[in-house]
């Protein structure tokens, strides 16, 4: 069975300072890596995927992150964070089976990430 | 309109009440998900639907219920409401392979 795991749950940065969440995951299959981001008071949104291809993926807000199958890594990253991008992040798997279509997604713990002024 | 709606956003309630969670889409996806969100824990899946045929248990089923009325329609029932269900509840759709699509999410506090 798949897992994800996110060693830190809180991340304090100081603003225009680079950051970096890690995402570990554990399965035996290949996989779909996602993370998602809520906003205060919000619901998740899809920050950037990883389904094939390059490794490193890139998504909105500045915001990318690279695929490392040998260390079964997912690790997020922006150069300079703003204010704004105070909230908590969400790294997500999907295992890809043999009934195609039908994965279920498995979210880590997240991360709160505090931009500091 | 948001493309995933949740009905109601906040609800306090006392134990041994009923309580549903409605969730509808307009996005045409076949799969819909409820998910509950604990601080510390992350989401962690309840029920999921594949299509109005087909229902299946999530990790944290227990002590709830689940109907989908119809492709864009998927409701949570909690037919008799702990304290220790009070929590974030997030319906989210997909398509596929794809992303998820969350809700707004609903508030539930039972005392």
């Known amino acids: 069975a798949q897992s994800v795991t996110q060693l830190d749950s809180q991340v304090p940065v100081f603003e225009e300072a680079p950051v970096e969440l890690r995402c570990n995951y554990s399965?035996?299959?290949?996989?779909?890596l996602f993370w998602y981001v809520q906003y205060p008071n919000q619901g998740l949104q899809l920050l950037l995927k990883?389904?094939?291809?390059?490794?490193l993926v890139k998504g909105i807000n500045g915001f990318e992150a690279e695929f490392n199958k040998s260390q079964t890594s997912f690790h997020l990253r922006k150069p300079s964070v703003h204010i704004s991008d105070t909230a908590e992040y969400f790294c997500?798997?999907?295992?890809?089976?043999?009934?195609?279509?039908?994965?279920?997604?498995?979210f880590g713990t997240g991360t709160r990430l505090t931009i500091i002024p | 309109d948001a493309d995933v709606t949740q009905t109601p956003r906040n609800r306090i309630t006392k134990t041994g009440k009923r309580i549903m969670l409605e969730c509808s889409q307009t996005?045409?996806?076949?799969?819909m998900y409820w998910y509950r969100q604990d601080p510390g824990l992350g989401l962690r899946l309840i029920y999921y639907?594949?299509?109005?045929?087909?229902?299946n248990k999530g990790e944290i089923s227990d002590g709830y219920s689940v109907s989908r009325q119809a492709q864009a329609k998927f409701s949570l029932s909690l037919e008799s409401a702990i304290p220790n269900q009070t929590a974030l509840y997030f319906c989210?759709?997909?398509?596929?392979?794809?992303?998820?699509?969350f809700g707004e999410g609903s508030r539930l506090t039972v005392l």
């Open positions: 990883y389904l094939s291809g390059s490794t």
């Open positions: 997500a798997v999907s295992e890809l089976g043999t009934n195609f279509g039908n994965e279920k997604l498995t």
């Open positions: 639907s594949f299509d109005v045929k087909d229902i």
């Open positions: 399965s035996s299959v290949s996989v779909y």
């Open positions: 996005k045409g996806h076949d799969r």
């Open positions: 989210a759709t997909r398509q596929g392979s794809g992303e998820l699509f």
